[in-house]
């Protein structure tokens, strides 16, 4: 009877076996690696994101202070725009205020002339001295000029009876104006008037042969001092 031969070598793996383990040894690999990958990944990203975020925000912050800034120019220009045009509003009252109270104008608005000056006749003891403006009893008398009044009053403010309710006042470059036959004073000795000021009302007080003004411009307050007031007035650059 023969002896079965044992083999001594140990059992050699087959090539299937070998190439499973290797296989599985490489997807082992692969995953441990790519969960390294997926972790510096994630890291990254979220570090960017950070960063992102900061950016973000810095440049939100620079915008709004540039906003800020402009908006806070556009307020000091308004501002100053405003100071400037409120100066000018006020030196241009001012300008008109001087102006108005240097200037002259027509003492009644609506009128007929009638005696002028220099006319002679037996109304008057001696010519005319002044301009008449034929006007309703009642018509509003204004001051020529800014000046202050040195006569208000009846018997001509002083200056006779002639002459009725009369006022007198005295202006800056030294002439005087005088407005008589008032049916009513309005002001008193004294009293600063500006120019276009009420002071009185037509009448026909005094000796008068009907409602008007008796105007005048004087060199004194007093009678006798009297200049064509007509041609006065055009050199203060007011037509009758």
């Not at 104008?105 to 109304?123: C, D």
């Not at 800014?146 to 006042?169: E, F, M, R, W």
């Amino acid at each position: 009877m023969s002896k079965r031969i044992t083999n001594q070598h140990p059992t050699r793996p087959s090539a299937s076996r070998v190439r499973a383990a290797v296989v599985a040894a490489g997807l082992g690999a692969s995953m441990v690696l790519g969960a390294g990958a997926a972790f510096a990944s994630g890291t990254s990203g979220a570090a960017g994101t950070a960063v992102l975020a900061a950016s973000t925000t810095a440049h939100s912050v620079a915008q709004q202070a540039t906003a800020q800034s402009k908006a806070a120019d556009a307020a000091k220009k308004a501002e100053a725009k405003k100071a400037a045009d409120a100066k000018k509003k006020a030196e241009a009252k001012k300008k008109a205020a001087k102006k108005k109270a240097s200037s002259w104008e027509r003492p009644v608005k609506k009128y007929t002339l009638s005696a002028s000056y220099g006319t002679g006749g037996a109304r008057w003891a001696a010519k005319h001295s002044g301009q008449d403006f034929a006007v309703p009893t009642g018509t509003r008398v204004d001051a020529a000029n800014t000046g202050t009044v040195v006569k208000a009053g009846p018997n001509g403010g002083g200056d006779g009876p002639a002459y009725g309710n009369a006022v007198v006042i005295k202006h800056s470059n030294g002439k005087y104006t005088q407005y008589a036959h008032l049916s009513k004073v309005n002001v008193k000795v004294g009293q600063h008037v500006k120019t276009g000021q009420k002071i009185a009302l037509s009448g026909n007080t005094g000796n008068s042969s009907g409602p008007h003004l008796h105007f005048e411009i004087r060199t004194s307050p007093n009678y006798g001092s009297s200049l064509n007031p007509v041609s006065y007035l055009r050199t203060v650059h007011v037509s009758i």
